[in-house]
């Protein structure tokens, strides 16, 4: 007879790693899919097995919907997950707490990257903070679109396709000379009249204008990889994305779980990714 704790464990890894169900687990066991369940209920992950050192750590959050989500800390040395915490919103003190439990732990961070958000680099305001090139790209591909209308916003968006080519002086340059061309066409105003006679104002081309600002905002972190070449800064957050997407294929097999079950779940596959 086999042992219950070896069972537990060969129930959980073909649960998780082999993306069995539990209507196949229990097939394969000639049991109850609530014998099963029982089984896997049983099973602690523990927190990740890494020992703390100095590290170039990668932070951000994916969500599951709008009111759940995770947000990662990795290694970007180690190519490990450190730790994560669920979350019902991306807020900054999600990042100031996983910082400060790390740090009680013994680690010690020598740089970050992040995703850009606003507000995320005051939480590693001490250290180089690098933003994610292609995370910005998306961004001002989300004000433009990949087929801007305008010939300013095709100049712009030609422009921000080169970040991952170019160093920071040439890219500030060129979009120095981008906004030399272009500065009086985004602050352009349009003025609506009112039937009641009160006037309102917008920028007629605000999209184009929110995409040159932020480059314009975010442009002293894009290039940090650069200046710290010893640190081997990730000039995006590539390696993490990597790990959400494995993470979401895995967990997709087993859509509505109870959110502790599906939070057990996501610790022991952010456990293992490498």
Known sequence: MRRPQKVRTNLWRAYVSGKQTLTQLAVAQSRSHVWVRRRLDDVSVPHADVIPQPTVVIA???FWGRSYGVCVFRSADLKKNIWWH???????????YGRKILESRGWTFTAAVIDGR????TVFNDIPVQICQFHQIKQVTKYLTRRPKTNAGRELRTLTLTLTKVDEATFSVALSAWHAR???????????TFITGKRQWYYTHKNVRSAYYSLKRNLPYLFTYQKYPHLNIPNTTNDLDGSFSNLKKKLAVHHGLRKDRRYKVIS???KGAR
């Open 60 to 62: 951000d959050t994916t």
């Open 86 to 96: 669920a979350c019902e919103g991306e807020r900054m003190a999600h990042y100031h």
């Open 118 to 121: 606003r507000g995320l680099t």
């Open 268 to 270: 022991e596959i952010l």
């Open 182 to 192: 272009w500065g009086d066409f985004i602050e352009e105003k349009t003025v609506h």
